[in-house]
């Protein structure tokens, strides 16, 4: 038994806590047919009349707060995607279900079978979209009109026609929901979504009920969702939950519909629907929106709280379900997990809050406790436990040591960590810590022997049954050993660790062997960077490798030396081990050499038809193809994401010391010369000699483009491939400065592509797209003429990105930039007017659900580079506009500069960049006036935190010109 006493008490949290207007235009209702919606709705009425006297439309029909709750049987999204996937639309097939059944040898879902038992308006909906909507498709023509007769009667039969009357709908209805999913893509459901609601709202009957939860459940069901999609339907979706109406737009809207939430939530949608909704709602937060995640979990605690939903659940169910949403909680954030810790960390607070204030209290359980725990392990070290860090003795184990007198009185501050705090707490609320805790442990500082360890910021790994049972047949388990070699400071203490798992006789392990690999690796990229002794780092704020104590006495024995890499993974082999997954991962993003890559690959546990897959070269775009398909599209996409990042580093760019060297033209503008190649035959990446890479980067872009999905990852590293330099003049002599006006011109048409592959370009993107125009832009004022070469190559290969010359090339990409700048940090100017006039939108109230105003947080990195394209064209009313946002958004800016090593110095250098652009150099180009620096420095000075750089600091920011 995990649980010590049967009925832990709960405890105090103290701890814890401290710490479009209305639907008037035709819209096409089916592929290929101009019928209308209204003339849809008359179709099927006429159809409702034929079989009955009376229509629904006057039917007496519930409040939108009393729509009856459906069971959990009846909810069969399942059936809605077959049938949209059978009859050919573009959302079939979209949502990431668990059972949907395929067959192996077509890889096609089978036909809806709709003779159900158990009649459901999901089943109603599908009927409606395989058997009916076809034919309306047709046109009408006799032969159709017999046929749609029969088939309305086939699925608005009898017990399907009362179910609708009962649950307040009619067939008219069924018309408008399958005109929202029978759209091109999420982003047009979303608005139908919107534009079907605002038409309910504003007709006179207001009491009809409202569109099904499971529609935009449907939605956010499907498995990638662009940022703006996904903000308006939580914008939706916290009406539902909060049960307030969407505003209606033929009214002014009153100050009632701005004033605050109600005290009392009256949710539209049933436990079973709510929980659905929570896990869509995360599952995309933790993808595109990690802002959002504080906002879904207050949502979550006023509808697990509110009056109408609290006699649904048992203490127990309540209590499973707050602890489930701390999980959830959780989770990794897909993308830079540890930047968004401070995010996670709040929002599980606001579901702790609740469970401590609520009557009665509801207890955490083990899965709350292990939430908690994985959360703090994302988190930086305090200003206590850094202090302690910095207090432990070099030797091993790394006990604190007083180097100082007054070291003797800071007491044991920072000696726990909140990590092992609430270890600490988990056991004396009655649980047992098991092995995962035990893990979490060791990377928290303290040993399973009471010894310390090097506090670790790590993810940890969710909880899985098969992995708890394995972990608890096995107290030595791997996992464990891994843990301890990640919690040690230099290559000799991870070592010596590996050598007592291997002494001790325990099964050789691949997690084991890659932790150890880790280590060997980062101390190779550390010495490569030159790691500074001095910086703000401590052991366990990142990967970085530590040198070996200076002291003899405190270097840590072992019977032999660390192995290189090589040799590491030449033992791993020999013990019939061979890289896999993240492992496989790693190596290839850190992978020293062209060759060392390959060989890394050629050795891993993946497929051989995956492996084909990725080191096929074909002759040209056109015959691109891979011979097992279903197998190239199964490779993760961090995985397919590190090799596609592997090849791009290894391309004919970057340091001109470089053996390798473009074979031609192609291969070092790929998007400008796809076609132009030397190879007369299909290759592998293994054909290649010292000097010549078999295409590099155009393969990968190729591949890239092969995937069935967006893999973000893959086009942001061939984005950055482009913002590097060429080592290579080819055949066709183009001087390099025309190189990066070509290299601009390809940077926009990757970003086209990402939007044509459904990727989202991001901050990072948009830091890469910035870097590659500063660059264009100076070639060009160094250089005029080697800029009009560059144009006139673009004209030619690209006629739709051309400029006429090189100030409309500079001043249609600052367009560019600034349009990427507010498409990534602002809602769309097109969003449906009802969401932007919600009350849950920053500019209608101050509710505590108020979405994020901010759809993306630029990362420091990617706002210096903006204001380095800004500055260097010349842009000073840009710089000033994009000041004057950072003064306005200078809150969420610090937030996220708090989550980077550093953070405040990398904020304050964004404000020296500034000053350096407005207060032009006069031996460059003509003095700024002293307006728009005034104004610069007005804004600057009344913004909290900031200070006005000083003249020292822009004189040292102005001597390496093209730092960035």
């Keep these: ?107 096609q879902v089978p036909k809806l079978d709709l003779d159900d038992p158990q009649v459901s308006l999901q089943t109603i909906l599908a009927g409606y979209i395989q058997k009916v909507d076809p034919l309306m498709a047709r046109g ?47 982003h047009e459901a979303t608005w139908r979504l919107f534009t079907l609601e605002a038409d309910r709202r504003s007709r006179t009957d207001t009491d009809a009920p409202a569109i099904p939860s499971f529609i935009p459940l449907f939605l956010l069901k499907g498995k990638y969702l662009e940022r703006q999609t996904f903000r308006l339907l939580l914008i939706y979706s916290l009406h539902l939950m909060s049960g307030l109406q969407l505003p209606v737009l033929q009214r002014q809207v009153t100050n009632l519909d701005k004033a605050s ?19 869509s709602l995360m599952f995309h937060a933790r993808q ?15 509808v697990l709280t509110s009056s109408n939903q609290a006699a649904q659940y048992t203490d127990a169910g309540r209590c499973d379900r707050f602890n489930f949403i701390l999980g959830l909680l959780a989770k990794p954030i897909k993308k830079g997990p540890f930047r968004f810790f401070s995010i996670q960390q709040q929002a599980q607070f606001e579901i702790l809050k609740a469970m401590a204030t609520h009557e009665p209290v509801v207890p955490v359980i083990r899965q709350g406790y292990r939430a908690l725990i994985a959360v703090q392990l994302t988190h930086k070290k305090t200003v206590e436990e850094r202090q302690s860090a910095e207090l432990k003795a070099p030797s091993w184990p790394p006990w604190k040591e007083e180097k100082l007198g007054i070291d003797s009185q800071r007491g044991n501050d920072g000696r726990f960590s909140r990590a092992m705090l609430v270890i600490a707490q988990m056991r004396e609320a009655g649980y047992r810590p098991g092995h995962l805790e035990n893990i979490s442990a060791v990377l928290a500082g303290w040993d399973t022997d009471g010894s310390p360890t090097v506090q670790t910021r790590s993810l940890m790994r969710p909880p899985t049954r098969s992995l708890h049972r394995a972990i608890e047949k096995d107290p030595q388990h791997p996992w464990i050993w891994m843990a301890r070699i990640r919690a040690t400071r230099t290559v000799r203490e991870a070592w010596a660790c590996f050598l007592t798992y291997q002494d001790n006789g325990f099964p050789p392990s691949e997690d084991v062997y890659a932790a150890m690999a880790e280590k060997l690796i980062y101390r190779r990229k550390t010495i490569e960077r030159k790691f500074d002794d001095t910086a703000h780092a401590l052991p366990g704020d990142g990967r970085e490798v530590y040198p070996e104590p200076a002291s003899a006495r405190d270097i840590i024995y072992i019977r032999t030396e660390p192995p290189t890499l090589d040799e590491l993974l030449e033992d791993m082999l020999s013990k019939g081990l061979r890289p896999a997954r993240k492992f496989l991962a790693l190596l290839l993003s850190t992978a020293p050499s062209f ?15 995956q492996k084909e897959a990725l080191t096929t070269v074909w002759r040209k775009p056109s015959q691109y193809k891979v011979q097992d398909l279903r197998s190239f599209q199964e490779i993760p996409d961090y995985l397919f994401g590190a090799f596609i990042g592997f090849l791009c580093r290894h391309t004919p760019f970057g340091d001109v010391n470089s053996p390798y060297r473009a074979s031609s033209i192609g291969d070092l503008f790929p998007i400008l010369f796809p076609d132009f190649r030397l190879s007369h035959s299909t290759q592998t990446l293994f054909d290649y000699n010292d000097r010549h890479l078999p295409h590099a980067l155009p393969h990968a872009i190729e591949l890239t483009k092969l995937r069935d999905h967006a893999c973000t990852p893959a086009w942001l590293h061939i984005l950055t491939a482009l913002s590097r330099k060429r080592t290579h003049r080819p055949r066709r002599k183009i001087k390099r400065n025309a190189q990066w006006i070509l290299a601009w011109h390809e940077a926009l048409e990757v ?77 769309s100017p097109k969003s449906p007017e009802a969401a932007e ?11 505590p659900l108020t979405v994020p105003p901010i759809l993306q947080v630029p990362t420091p990195a990617a706002l210096h580079a903006f204001v380095r394209a800004l500055g260097t064209a010349g842009d000073d009313d840009g710089l000033l506009n994009l000041l004057l946002w950072m003064s306005r958004s200078a809150d969420v800016l610090n937030e996220t500069s708090d989550a980077y090593m550093n953070g405040d110095i990398k904020m304050h250098r964004i404000l020296v960049a500034i000053r350096a652009f407005l207060e032009k150099e006069e031996d460059r180009v003509e003095s700024a006036s002293a307006s728009a620096v005034q104004e610069a420095f007005d804004i600057i000075s009344r913004t909290p935190d900031w200070t006005w750089p000083s003249d020292w600091e822009v004189q040292e920011y102005r001597t390496p010109l093209d730092c960035i």
Excluded at 770 to 798: E, M, W, Y
Aim: hydrophobic share 35%.
């Design 1 to 107: 038994m995990d649980v010590i006493s049967p009925e832990p008490c709960p405890k105090p949290f103290g701890d814890i806590l401290s710490e479009t207007g209305a639907l008037v235009e035709p819209l096409s209702l089916a592929t290929g047919s101009n019928l209308s919606l209204e003339n849809a709705r008359a179709i099927v009425q006429q159809a409702e009349a034929s079989k009955h006297d009376t229509s629904v439309d006057g039917a007496e029909t519930p409040h939108d707060d009393e729509i009856p709750a459906q069971p959990r049987r009846s909810r069969r999204i399942d059936y809605i995607d077959r049938a949209l996937r059978n009859t050919g639309h573009p959302l079939g097939g979209s949502i990431r279900p668990k059972r949907l059944s395929h067959d192996k040898k077509t890889n």
């Design 140 to 186: 009408p023509d006799t032969d159709t009109a017999d046929d749609l007769n029969a088939a309305l009667q086939e699925v608005f039969g009898e017990a399907p026609y009362e179910h609708l009357r009962s649950m307040g709908y009619g067939a008219s209805d069924v018309v408008s929901w399958a005109w929202i999913l029978k759209s091109r893509d999420p």
């Design 261 to 279: 939430l109600p005290d009392t939530f009256r949710p539209k949608i049933d436990p079973v629907a709510f929980m659905d909704l929570a896990i």
């Design 288 to 302: 595109v929106w990690p802002e959002a995640l504080v906002t879904i979990a207050r949502a979550s605690v006023l």
């Design 595 to 609: 060759h060392s890559g390959l060989h890394y690959l050629n050795c891993s546990s993946i497929g051989q038809s």
């Design 751 to 827: 970003v086209e592509l990402m939007q044509r592959y459904s990727a989202q370009p991001d901050t990072e993107a948009l830091q890469s797209m910035c870097v590659v125009f500063t660059k264009a832009v100076a070639a060009g004022l160094n250089s005029p003429h080697d800029a009009k070469q560059g144009l006139r190559i673009v004209r030619r290969t690209l006629p739709p990105r051309a400029s006429a010359d090189f100030d409309d090339m500079v001043q249609t990409g600052l367009q560019a930039l600034k349009d990427r700048f507010d498409h990534l940090v602002t809602s």
């Design 837 to 847: 006039q919600s009350i849950f939108t920053a500019e209608r109230t101050q509710s």
